[in-house]
């Protein structure tokens, strides 16, 4: 399976690509979890996202494209991928297509996780995620489910940057949810049920 995660923050892509990993192996791109592991070890491009991040903006183009590029020409990508929090403007989808028709490998499905606002203001305020293994848990869980880890916030998960965040979607994202459209590829599903029952539909939806 070749396909794009799109949905606000917050509307459960991680949870749900977790669990697309669990069963298929299919390999993760998370663009989030990639640009928080180089402000964990300090490098150039870590430097350069912090105060993007912190703040809720999105990261340059340049960047994002380049690093989704390289990631895309490793070996493991060629049985698939789950490209999740990328695309996120109309720049980066244009470049995904070239890559992925350089490549050819098209996408199979661009799946939007469908949640409405105040829901994700609640989810992402009391998101917490574990610093062993990134497992993605809320404040009800003192540890890790998984491994015992400790549980962190993450710095962009408070409401003011939430809030931005949003804007932001609304702004550059949201106008991809048509440009997929357009391409017949887009695939909606309702995310505002429990996790197991979105899981299901999505495998329905995909037919997998
Ligand atoms: P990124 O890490 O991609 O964040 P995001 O898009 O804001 O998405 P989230 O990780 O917040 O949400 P999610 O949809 O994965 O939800 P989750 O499953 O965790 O990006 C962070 C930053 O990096 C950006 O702001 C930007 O600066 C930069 N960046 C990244 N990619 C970029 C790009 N392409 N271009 C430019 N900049 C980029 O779930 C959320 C919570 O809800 C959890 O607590 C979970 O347990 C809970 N939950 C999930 N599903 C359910 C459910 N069905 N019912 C109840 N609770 C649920
Ligand atoms: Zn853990």
């Given at each position: 399976m070749n396909i794009v995660l799109l949905g606000a923050p917050g509307a459960g892509k991680g949870t749900q690509a977790a669990k697309l990993v669990a069963e298929f192996g299919t390999p993760h791109i998370s663009t989030g979890d990639m640009l928080r592991a180089a402000v964990k070890a300090g490098t150039p491009l870590g430097k350069k996202a912090q105060s993007y991040m912190n703040a809720g903006e999105l990261v340059p183009d340049e960047v994002i494209i380049g690093l989704v590029t390289e990631r895309l020409s490793e070996p493991d990508t060629q049985k698939g991928f789950i490209l999740d929090g990328f695309p996120r403007t109309?720049?980066?989808?244009?470049?995904?297509?070239?890559?992925?028709?350089?490549?050819?490998?098209?996408?199979?499905?661009?799946?939007?996780?469908?949640?409405?606002?105040?829901?994700?203001?609640?989810?992402?305020?009391?998101?917490?995620?574990?610093?062993?293994?990134?497992?993605?848990?809320?404040?009800?869980?003192?540890?890790?489910?998984?491994?015992?880890?400790?549980?962190?916030?993450?710095?962009d998960d408070n409401e003011q940057t939430v809030r931005n965040r949003l804007e932001v979607y609304e702004r550059s994202t949201a106008p991809l949810i048509d440009y997929y459209r357009g391409s017949d590829l887009l695939v909606t599903v309702d995310g505002d049920r429990d996790v197991e029952l979105v899981y299901n539909d999505i495998k329905q939806l995909l037919h997998l």
């Open positions: 109309s720049a980066q989808a244009v470049a995904l297509d070239a890559e992925l028709s350089r490549l050819n490998r098209p996408l199979d499905a661009a799946l939007l996780v469908d949640v409405k606002f105040d829901v994700i203001i609640k989810r992402l305020t009391s998101r917490r995620m574990c610093k062993e293994c990134g497992f993605i848990g809320t404040d009800a869980l003192s540890s890790c489910p998984k491994c015992g880890g400790e549980m962190y916030q993450r710095s």
